[in-house]
């Protein structure tokens, strides 16, 4: 039986390196969680899309999924955008248990940690 997995959901964007912060909190999770198979999918101009993702994933025997979206605040695209997305993929795979949280900017303990982070730029000479 494959592990359960988490996608961190990201819009994507045409330069590579933007995808960096994304790949290195992936591989933070991976390290801390090797029980689960962590990986990256994206709304747009990047791959794996978040379908396509999820396909791999049920071909390699996953049957549960959290998809965490890597977002700020939760604005059109986690709002409008995932949820047509996620009905589709529940369509395609109705044997997988997927789930959705919240935008990662709308937790209290991720808005502390930037908090923290701004404030120690003050510090910063």
């Given at each position: 039986?494959?592990?359960?997995?988490?996608?961190?959901?990201?819009?994507?964007?045409?330069?590579?390196?933007?995808?960096?912060?994304?790949?290195?909190?992936?591989?933070?999770?991976?390290?801390?969680?090797?029980?689960?198979?962590?990986?990256?999918?994206?709304?747009?101009?990047?791959?794996?899309?978040?379908?396509?993702?999820?396909?791999?994933?049920?071909?390699?025997?996953?049957?549960?999924?959290?998809?965490?979206?890597?977002?700020?605040?939760?604005?059109?695209?986690?709002?409008?955008?995932?949820?047509?997305?996620?009905?589709?993929?529940?369509?395609?795979?109705?044997?997988?248990?997927i789930k959705a949280s919240p935008?990662?900017?709308?937790?209290?303990?991720?808005?502390?940690?930037?908090?923290?982070?701004?404030?120690?730029?003050?510090?910063?000479?």
């Open positions: 039986m494959a592990k359960p997995s988490l996608i961190l959901f990201a819009h994507g964007a045409r330069d590579p390196r933007w995808a960096e912060p994304f790949q290195r909190l992936r591989q933070i999770l991976q390290a801390q969680s090797p029980d689960i198979d962590v990986s990256l999918a994206f709304l747009e101009l990047m791959s794996p899309r978040l379908p396509e993702r999820v396909a791999q994933l049920v071909a390699e025997g996953c049957t549960e999924v959290t998809v965490v979206p890597v977002f700020f605040g939760q604005g059109g695209h986690v709002l409008r955008d995932l949820p047509v997305i996620l009905e589709q993929i529940r369509k395609d795979h109705p044997q997988l248990a935008a990662v900017g709308e937790s209290e303990e991720v808005l502390n940690a930037i908090a923290g982070y701004c404030l120690g730029q003050m510090r910063v000479q």
